[in-house]
C-alpha cells in the first residue's frame, strides 16, 4: 500500500495499477485535472521525496521536469511520495462530498464554450457557491475538475461554463455526446480558492 502526502495536508493511498491522480479521485480529494492525457498540465505537482514511474514525462515543458514537475495523471508512485501541488489545488482536509447529478441545460454560450446546468439531488445539504470547484465524472468514468459559474438554489442547480480547448475525450463528451437528463457524479466543492486557466 503506496501513501501519497501533500504539503497541504491531503493524505491518501494508492493502489495498484492507478495513477495519483486516480488515486486522489478514489480517495474523494480529486487533484485539480481536466484533459488526463498529460496535454493540459492542470494536474501537475512537484515531487519532493519519493519514486514515481511516468509514462508521459516527455509532455511536461523542460523547465518543468528539470525540478523534479510531474503530471499526476500520467505518474504512479513507486514508494510513499511527499507532493507539492500547484496553485489553486485542494487545500483542506475536509474530504469532498460524492453526489449523482442529471444535466438539466446543455446551450452554448459562445462559439467555443458551453453553458452546463446540473441538478443536484433532493437530499443534497451540501451548499455550493460561485468560484468554488468540482470534480465532475461522466459515466464512462471521464472526469474534469471545474468551477462552479453560477448556483440555482430553489432549483437546485450548479452552473458550470466550459471552454473548448484542448482535444480530448472529456472535451468530446462535453461538446458532441452529452445529452440532457445524462447521469453524472459531482465531487467536491474542492477549495473556495480559483485556479485560472481550467476549463
Ligand atoms: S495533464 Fe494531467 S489532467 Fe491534463
Redesign the pocket.
Do not use: A, D, Q
Given at each position: 500500500m503506496i501513501k501519497i502526502r501533500t504539503s497541504q495536508g491531503l493524505e491518501f493511498v494508492q493502489q495498484h495499477g492507478q495513477s495519483i491522480?486516480d488515486a486522489s479521485i478514489a480517495a474523494g480529494y480529486p487533484i485539480l485535472?481536466?484533459?488526463?492525457?498529460?496535454?493540459?498540465?492542470?494536474?501537475?505537482a512537484k515531487l519532493v521525496a519519493g519514486d514515481t514511474q511516468c509514462y508521459r514525462r516527455e509532455?511536461l515543458p523542460a523547465a518543468l521536469s528539470q525540478h523534479n514537475w510531474i503530471?499526476?495523471?500520467?505518474c504512479s508512485a513507486l514508494s510513499d511520495v511527499q507532493l507539492e501541488l500547484g496553485a489553486g489545488q485542494p487545500m483542506r482536509m475536509a474530504k469532498a462530498v460524492k453526489l449523482p447529478c442529471v444535466i438539466r441545460q446543455l446551450s452554448e454560450s459562445g462559439p467555443d464554450s458551453l453553458l452546463v446546468s446540473l441538478q443536484l439531488p433532493l437530499v443534497c445539504r451540501t451548499r455550493y457557491q460561485p468560484g468554488q470547484r468540482l470534480c465532475v465524472l461522466n459515466a464512462a468514468g471521464l472526469s474534469g475538475t471545474y468551477q462552479v459559474a453560477a448556483v440555482l438554489p430553489e432549483q437546485r442547480q450548479i452552473q458550470l461554463q466550459l471552454a473548448r480547448h484542448a482535444d480530448s475525450a472529456l472535451q468530446h463528451y462535453w461538446f458532441a455526446e452529452a445529452q440532457m437528463d445524462d447521469v453524472l457524479t459531482v465531487l467536491g466543492p474542492l477549495a473556495s480558492e480559483v485556479a485560472a486557466g481550467a476549463d
Open positions: 491522480l485535472h481536466s484533459c488526463r492525457s498529460g496535454r493540459c498540465g492542470l494536474c501537475k509532455e503530471l499526476t495523471c500520467s
